[in-house]
């Protein structure tokens, strides 16, 4: 019989589509994404139990079908990403989701999003109080909304309840889920990696040595004029369109490919500047 | 219980900018003619209803996206906005882009789904995506208005909530025709559509 010491308990409420099953470890048979059920959304927490005080990690694992895709909560010409609404109890505080580097994903018609295939690993981390009781559980009801699309798109939704035991001590599990997602992350970009500048309403942005560049705008980057012809190329020009005054700013992730190596991925943030301002060359 | 919304993406604040690619109709540009023939073998040409003076409304349309399904079914966003305008010089055509063979294509399925949404405007078939392409659609619904001198007044969402369940607080296409219809500017004339991919062939 498998420990349960560091597992909390997961108490599945109620789902509409797809299935949600219990965390890591647990002796829950795990089911499979089918063509019927494309999405099924596993949780698992790290550590298995909360400290008054300190954080504890979501780790929401969502398994697809074979050539099923979810998508990234930047820009896309389609769908939504997974949305997750918590209900936490006074005091406890929940941080964002951290996105792992999707891919570019052109479809027929000229459609362009940014997905995931296979699997898509969000974690989010939980802060707890100072004064969360020892020795009690604390819990977290999470409403889950997804869309899964293939040539079809199938709308998800499940609602979970998570106990967490809250102890003096944090246990060390640490499942693979977790360290796969934080080694999918985007990383802040090193000094010196890129060189950029505006010219007039288009934004350079070069890599010495690179072959290839994929640029991904989150929702708060400025507007592009067609990201499907700039946004991958050796060299890129992205073309803004001017708001008021101002062109940008240029925000979200680059993908850089070498010759050589695996293609390492920076979120990048640069200021709006002024249109009327920028110069060719400035 | 605190509600915590850090971590829910605010669909409805992202809205207008939320399109990857912002390519294709800009409002002002000339309207693409067409003539297609809806899911009873009426044909129906884009240029008759300017001529007759109409502001046209485009929908793009897949019976089997869950956010036609949203606004067919679930809801009648559709029905409604056009029952508010149908008497005021307004026309409002549906347009399914699906090649054959896709998710929510062929004649019967969309005579189907005419019925089963009580569809008060034709459906139009445009199995090449000519169409669709030339207008740059790219989601199911994709909405545009042109008004009667054939140029594009709005282009983008039905509304401001990008989700498969919920409506938006905001109907974009029911605030522009009723701008038009009194003559005054649109005051949001282009937002990211959303919804399914249009199925095209390639």
Redesign the interface.
Known sequence: MPSTRNIPQFTLVAFLMGTAILGAGCSAEKKQPTDSNPVVITLETVPGNATPGDSVTLVWKFDLAADWHLYWAGRNDTGFPPLIDLELPAGWVAGGLQWPVPERHVSAGDILDHVYFGELILIQKIGAPDDAILGGQVEIKADIQWLACKDMCVPGRTHLTVNIPVRSHADNSDPNSASRAAARLPVPLPDRILETRWEAATFHIHSPGARRLTFMPTDDCGQLVDLLEDGQAERLALRFKPKGETVGPVRGLITIEQESGNPRTYRIDYPAALHEAAHPGG | ?????????S?GA?LL???????GLAPGDKAPGFTLTDTEGAEYTLQTFLDDGKIVVLEWFNP????IKKHHANHKTMNETFAAVKDDGVVWLAINSG?KG??GNGLERNRKAVKEYEIPFPVLIDES?EV??AY????TPHMFIITSDGVVAYNGAIDDD????KLGKTNYVATALKALREGKKVETPETSA?????????
């Open positions: 219980m605190n509600r915590s919304f850090s971590m829910f993406v669909l992202l900018f939320a399109t990857a690619s912002m390519a089997d996206c869950p956010f090649a896709k998710e995506g669709g392409r740059s659609a790219k989601t990008r989700s498969a369940a959303y919804g399914c991919s249009v199925k095209y062939s390639h």
